[in-house]
């Protein structure tokens, strides 16, 4: 049996969290995690509206060119977009950030000439997929 | 006044409900095992993150509060190993209370890292809940069927931080979706993004998506049908398995430590070790185990 004084601070602890996820819920921001409010898949994305995703293109010394997934520059594809909303007057500078932990992450490989962000819009109308179109909106280049 | 006296009575007699420690023990393995898995192979990732340049590091609240470093590639590997030695630990039962409140702390830290670049995920509220509450359980050994209010209380609070992850999810659809998110695009848009042989072939009908929508809000409106006692619990929570289930079919996305944390509604005492892995189980100390008529007053689980 847990003695008295034990079953209290159980209920003290448990409660302090409680009472912190709650208002996380109610007024937190994604900041306070743990007690953040559980956001995701949360928005309510209009049947007929636009929304953005973004890939990195680059081209190596050899003059190759491929697709950089944000993996490999140590970033998930979310962290790239919301990267890109933080940095939007500074998209340059960010590639360059970018092309520096592909560098640590792969000191091995070719290195990098040339990187090209792409914002990928993507339409729907009525719930269904109306188009796509890509567009390049910044460079990086080592010259 | 008489009533509420009876309402926390009867609320600290469900919290403090002695449950098997074999479940514990069980439990324990697993989210120890998955923690080793998580951090070496399902979320490798997180590692890289050592390797991204200062700037882009935003740390979250409680970083700044507690004045954590930037994450290095030298600390993040620091933090990794430390993590992996201690839940292999924890794992194995012994030490609980040392190995597994390293564990907490490492896979809090672990988290943050994962965290401060831009997307902070839901679906580790409970694991982080669980990791807290183990080491608290006492010693455990597989098959034990032994009740223990310490156990009752870990594992009680396990099962509402699994609930609270789908209720609290509701809330923040209506805080951030209002009632219309049931009607709105967010599964297509989901399934157009990260969509997968099963779910593609309905791209071109929405509405199959919205009734998903409606689908998944009333199974996380009703979450907390899952603490209801016996069947009625064990029921909702293989409708959870279900919906997770189903949710890796149509965008590829398993919410892996919540489906681990699934396993506190389910009576894995009955599990048992091969005979010949039995002495990987700790024995619980003779003083350390509750005499069963004490804690017989209130059964649960």
């Known amino acids: 049996m847990l003695s008295a004084r034990r079953r209290r601070s159980r209920i003290v602890a448990g409660g302090a969290v409680a009472c912190a996820l709650l208002a996380g819920a109610a007024w937190g921001t994604a900041d306070e995690w743990p007690f953040a409010p559980f956001s995701q898949y949360s928005g309510s994305a209009q ?30 594809s979310v962290e790239l977009a919301e990267q890109v909303e933080a940095h939007r007057t500074a998209l340059a500078d960010l590639l360059s950030l970018l092309r520096n932990s592909y560098v640590r992450l792969h000191a091995d490989r070719t290195p990098l000439r040339r990187l090209i962000l792409k914002e990928h819009v993507v339409s729907l109308r009525g719930g269904r997929l109306a188009g796509e179109r890509a567009r390049a909106i910044a460079w990086w280049s080592d010259e | ?80 190993v430390m993590l992996v030695v201690a839940a292999l630990a924890a794992a194995s039962g012994r030490w609980p209370r040392f190995a597994g409140t390293a564990v907490f702390l490492l896979y809090l830290e672990w988290q943050f890292i994962a965290f401060s670049y831009g997307k902070v995920d839901h679906d580790r509220f409970a694991l982080l809940v669980a990791l807290a509450v183990l080491p608290t359980a006492g010693l455990a050994r597989w098959g034990d069927k ?17 609930v609270a992850v789908y209720f609290m999810s509701v809330i923040a659809k209506i805080r951030y979706g209002g009632l219309d998110w049931v009607s709105s695009a967010t599964a297509m848009r989901a399934v157009l993004r990260r969509g997968t042989m099963f779910s ?77 892995l039995a002495w990987l189980s700790p024995r619980a100390r003779p003083a350390e185990v509750e005499p069963a008529r004490l804690s017989r007053g209130v059964r649960a689980g």
């Open chain 2, 1 to 80: 006044m008489d009533e509420i006296v009876n309402i926390a009575g009867a609320t600290r007699a469900w919290l403090f409900a002695a449950m098997p420690r074999g479940r514990i023990a069980v439990l324990r393995t697993a989210i120890y095992l998955f923690v080793v898995l998580d951090v070496v192979y399902m979320r490798a990732w997180v590692a890289d993150h050592g390797t991204v340049p200062a700037s882009l590091w935003h740390p979250l609240m409680f970083e700044r509060v507690l004045y954590l470093p930037v994450p290095t590639p030298g600390f993040v590997t620091v933090v990794k």
């Open chain 2, 200 to 276: 593609d072939p309905f791209r071109n009908l929405p509405w199959v998506f919205v009734f998903f929508q409606y689908v998944t809000f009333a199974f996380e409106l009703g979450s907390p049908l899952m603490l209801a006692r016996g069947r009625i619990g064990r029921t909702y929570a293989l409708i959870a398995l279900g919906f997770h289930t189903m949710n890796l079919f149509a965008i590829g996305i398993m919410f892996w430590p919540q489906v681990v944390c699934l396993g506190a509604f389910f009576r894995l005492e009955r599990l048992h070790l091969p005979a010949g």
């Open chain 1, 47 to 76: 049947p007929s509206s636009t929304y953005s995703s973004f890939s990195v293109t680059a081209i190596d010394e050899l003059g190759r060119r491929f697709s950089l997934p944000p993996r490999l520059m140590g970033l998930r």
């Open chain 2, 146 to 162: 032994e009740r223990s209010q310490a156990a009752g209380w870990a594992l009680r609070l396990i099962m509402i931080a699994v």
